[in-house]
């Protein structure tokens, strides 16, 4: 089956403990990215990777780091969560192109006290 | 630069009445138009996509949305409305091309609630 497998799906945790939250696709899709979801602001990006080792910013990465060593995976890195990450994240990968629709994970719900 | 707004963040619709969620875009490139549903503590799940061709698109569930390039609009609709239909709708834009490249940018979202 076609997945985009999250873990955790919840976290709670306290400010500055580095924590990383796990991506992995089963598709072999070369795009994959990192969204945040908070109410009355839909999705933004945070990070995004076309391939293996190339990464690039979205359009809010302050505070977070990825890797992408492996064209399945694709990590979440906070190295020193702040309560304004407190957040719903999502995972989800594609097909290397625009038209192509985005498969997305479960979900993790993170938060940061 | 590409970005998408949802004119109304909260619809009530009864069971069986029209369902019309607006979405408007903007883009400096032929965009590709998607619409996800979220259901409670679940992922994003596409609906719906217009990439090329028809501008009327059907989707999952009973939905279509028209592509209007004059309108820079693509508004899902769905003729009657199921309690199971209850969901957060997002609308999202793609480019392909420039720092865009297969980037998705979403919507604010719009809640939909079906009432019996």
């Known amino acids: 089956e076609a997945q985009v497998t999250q873990n955790p799906r919840y976290l709670i945790t306290v400010t500055g403990k580095k924590l990383t939250v796990t991506c992995s696709q089963n598709?072999?899709?070369?795009?994959m990215s990192w969204y945040r979801q908070d109410p009355g602001l839909g999705l933004r990006q945070i990070y995004y990777?076309?391939?293996?080792?190339?990464?690039d910013k979205g359009d809010v990465p302050e505070g977070y780091k990825v890797s992408r060593k492996e064209k399945r995976n694709f990590p979440l890195i906070l190295e020193s969560p702040s309560p304004n990450q407190t957040s719903l994240y999502f995972c989800?990968?594609?097909?290397?192109?625009?038209?192509?629709?985005?498969?997305f994970g479960q979900g993790t719900r993170l938060t940061v006290v | 630069a590409q970005s998408v707004t949802q004119l109304g963040s909260h619809v009530s619709v009864s069971e069986g009445a029209l369902v019309l969620l607006r979405c408007n875009y903007s883009?400096?490139?032929?965009?590709?138009l998607f619409w996800y549903v979220q259901y409670p503590n679940q992922g994003l799940q596409l609906l719906l996509k217009?990439?090329?061709?028809?501008?009327l698109v059907k989707g999952i569930n009973g939905f279509e949305a028209e592509f209007k390039k004059s309108e820079t609009s693509f508004h899902l609709t769905k003729p009657s409305a199921h309690m199971s239909d209850a969901a957060e709708y997002f609308c999202?834009?793609?480019?392909?091309?420039?720092?865009?490249?297969?980037?998705?940018?979403f919507g604010q979202g719009t809640i939909l609630t079906v009432h019996p």
């Open positions: 990777s076309m391939n293996v080792e190339v990464t």
């Open positions: 989800a990968s594609s097909i290397r192109t625009g038209s192509m629709q985005a498969f």
């Open positions: 598709m072999n899709h070369e795009y």
């Open positions: 883009s400096s490139v032929p965009p590709y």
């Open positions: 999202a834009v793609s480019e392909d091309g420039g720092t865009s490249y297969g980037k998705l940018t």
């Open positions: 217009y990439t090329t061709g028809a501008t």
